[in-house]
């Protein structure tokens, strides 16, 4: 199995472990920009290296990051310095010191103390309130920046930093609607909204009014597209998947999400990716990149329902684990 490159910024529902299957579908030359609206960690992009993108979200606080690194004022050497630091004085004082620096970086915005907060809070939360404070506790890890921890969060940095000194890449805070509007049909967009129904907070707050908006700028975009959202899960459906979204192709596959620290809370949950093209089994020496497919799991198959649209028969794929 390919190495995938895991961002410096942790988020909820990141795709580490779907970033192979995403690029199973996604069907572009490489011409043109890879677009997309919703970064957060930035983890499907990143792995696929295109040689132009933007990268753009609502959250200034994930953008400027990224722009630091960019402009070099983070640097792996400055980062690994910072943590050192900052890990001892946790260290020491544990939730007392997170707290300092969690209002310290609402008065500041600093980009180093939110990858402080992002990799110390609980669960790698990234959560504001209506004021735009960031407002996650802390993770109950004082020991938290130990040095082969601190080492894997420079290296992460050290990919990124490289990544946009050999590419052309563009960080940009926006919101999704621009990002789309500027499609072309050379390029490819991938959307990975907050999921319906179950993710909300400042900066990604999410309704129907959101998530229909987004259905429109998509079925009308010229550029092909794949849109990851959720299917189901043992409680209950998406609705929206036949509301809005059955008239594209859509492919599913079971994936599990912690939800905090025990195993008991390893729940399944039925992942989707919606298109606007249909999907083709990539071959091993035609991959972007040269990684490798997941040559055991079974592919899905097509079909077109009675009313034209098209619809993924049921399957069984195999799970990942974590």
Known sequence: MAKIYVPPIKCQGIKTKLVEWIKDVVDWS???RWIEPFVGSGVVGFNLLPKKAVFSDINPHLIEFYNAIQRENITPAVARQFLEAEGVKLAQSGADYYYEVRERFNNSHAPLDFLFLNRSCFNGVIRFNQKGGFNVPFGHKPQRFAPAYITKIVNQIAFVADC????DWKFVHQDF??????ATPQDHIYCDPPYIGRHVDYFNSWDEEQEMRLYQKLKNSPAHFVLSTWHSNQHRQ???IDSLWAQFYIVTREHFYHVGAAESNRKPMLEALVLNYR?????PQNRQNGYQLRLLEPRVKYQVNANGHKKSEESTLESLSH
């Open 30 to 32: 490489g011409d043109g």
């Open 177 to 182: 609607g621009l990002a789309l509007a500027s």
């Open 238 to 240: 998406n609705h929206y």
């Open 279 to 283: 999907p083709t089994a990539a071959s």
């Open 164 to 167: 946009v000194k050999t590419y």
